[in-house]
């Protein structure tokens, strides 16, 4: 089956410290990996993609295919980076169509 | 653009009662799902649609039917309520494919008692 790990429900830094929110992935083939993110009062919304190779708000996301993981990096975190952050790997296959999010991980930046 | 709206934002349903959660986007896109999201828990997708008259189940689609009679409206509904339905639904749209950019709506907070 198709799984998506976050470990860290909540992960608190202090303002200018380094984040890495984690993510494992089990699939079968080779999945196209997302990082959405929820900021207070606002909707869901794409903070990066794999495929795009991008930098978006200072973050950062490197697969790594051999351990599966899709660990979301940003080294010095500020105030506004608090929100609620998902991956979301997505696979199609035989027909059918998967985008699993993962249960979130709450990023609280300390000032 | 109002991009993905949603209808209604809360509404609260006694255990056996119907209703339909409606979706509208103005970007043209393609592609539209339901989820669902429920406390500790990711979103999970209940159905989703590739265009016009067409949809699909995702991975938790019991309970509840879909349609998408226009490209632009993807409609969700309850035909006999329960508690286990209670929940946030979201939902979302996009261009093309499933690797391309969601867009999502508000959400409805949906009680049912």
């Known amino acids: 089956a198709q799984r998506v790990t976050q470990p860290e429900k909540l992960l608190s830094v202090f303002k200018g410290a380094p984040v890495e929110l984690k993510c494992n992935y089990s699939?079968?083939?080779?999945?196209?990996l997302f990082w959405y993110v929820q900021y207070s009062r606002q909707r869901l919304q794409l903070l990066l993609r794999h495929i795009s190779r991008e930098s978006i708000k200072g973050f950062t996301a490197d697969l790594n295919k051999g351990e599966t993981s899709f660990h979301l990096k940003k080294p010095f975190a500020q105030e506004e980076d608090s929100a609620m952050y998902y991956c979301?790997?997505?696979?199609?296959?035989?027909?059918?169509?998967?985008?699993?999010f993962g249960k979130g991980t709450k990023l609280s930046v300390i000032p | 653009n109002a991009g993905v709206t949603q209808t209604p934002k809360f509404r609260v349903l006694k255990t056996g009662q119907s209703m339909t959660l409606l979706c509208a986007q103005d970007?043209?896109?393609?592609?539209m799902y339901w989820y669902r999201q429920d406390p500790g828990m990711g979103l999970r997708l209940i159905h989703y649609s590739v265009g016009e008259g067409t949809t699909a189940k995702g991975e938790v689609p019991d309970g509840y039917n879909v349609s998408r009679l226009k490209k632009q409206n993807f409609l969700l509904g309850l035909e006999s309520a329960a508690p286990s339905q209670t929940s946030v639904y979201f939902c979302a749209s996009s261009y093309g494919t499933y690797t391309d950019t969601q867009y999502f709506g508000p959400g409805t907070r949906l009680t049912v008692l």
């Open positions: 979301a790997p997505a696979y199609s296959g035989a027909g059918s169509y998967q985008l699993t």
């Open positions: 970007m043209n896109h393609e592609y």
């Open positions: 699939y079968s083939g080779s999945p196209e």
